[in-house]
């Protein structure tokens, strides 16, 4: 595992010295702020575009908008942020030759995948964690009242989905030579497990439904034991990807 770890430093290194997590970090920095201000100011808002009586009809934004608007800002944009920022990242160094010296110098293969991925999921951790405390914050000071009672149980399904999200972003990294290969299949897995989530009795099993039921789940703690299953399978797939990733990078031309 010293591999792994000194290759883990190098992507750490990369990352911070091109900026994306500077870039990423701004992106949900502003996800975290704006959620909860637009909440409490969409009275206003109304009001300025429709008119009082129109804005009187409207029900007092309560902390369930707040959170409702997170999750929706996160599952979409964020996501797809994410999506881009990473899909090139094993793909883009085998196009530029950059890992050809490493390999022949002894670095194992698998290191390069275990690596990436750490990084990966190290800056995930780090962005989402910010962006919910930031958004709990906000939340809290707007909207001190009772209506969500499990924010940290609406936030664990959101946790695991990135966790899987980010085994299919390096694991069509890994079978891809260019970058909008990898950008392709994730985006596919993506909208395949939308169109899954049309049949009633996979929701409970499918991998989507993490990031669908956030704000049920925060309103009602029976919600999240229902999506279980998600959890565990999403976890299970994320595990073989990235086995899959390394089996098929071990293999691959450089």
């Excluded at 964020?78 to 022949?104: Q, R, Y």
Aim: aromatic letters at 14%.
């Amino acid at each position: 595992m010293r591999e792994t770890a000194i290759f883990f430093k190098k992507e750490v290194l990369e990352s911070w010295r091109t900026k994306r997590f500077l870039i990423l970090g701004v992106v949900f920095l502003i996800f975290a702020i704006m959620s909860p201000l637009f909440a409490k100011l969409t009275p206003e808002i109304m009001k300025a575009a429709l008119g009082q009586t129109m804005a009187d009809q409207i029900p007092t934004p309560t902390s369930l908008d707040s959170w409702t608007q997170y999750y929706k800002n996160i599952s979409q944009l964020g996501i797809f942020v994410i999506v881009i920022m990473f899909s090139g990242s094993l793909s883009g160094e085998v196009a530029k030759g950059t890992l050809v010296n490493l390999v022949t110098k002894g670095l194992p293969r698998y290191a390069v995948i275990l690596g990436k991925f750490l990084n990966q999921f190290l800056e995930w951790t780090i962005l989402l964690g910010a962006s919910f405390l930031i958004t709990w914050g906000y939340t809290a000071y707007y909207f001190p009242d009772h209506a969500s009672p499990h924010i940290f149980l609406g936030f664990v399904p959101l946790f695991v989905f990135g966790f899987f999200l980010l085994s299919v972003i390096l694991f069509g990294s890994a079978i891809a030579r260019n970058n909008y290969t990898g950008l392709l299949l994730a985006v596919f897995v993506y909208a395949g497990l939308n169109v899954v989530n049309l049949f009633k009795k996979a929701v409970d099993y499918n991998p989507i439904t993490l990031i669908n039921k956030n704000v049920a789940i925060i309103q009602s703690k029976s919600v999240f034991g229902q999506i279980g299953p998600a959890l565990w399978i999403s976890l299970a797939a994320g595990v073989c990807l990235i086995f899959l990733a390394i089996r098929i990078f071990d293999k691959k031309k450089l």
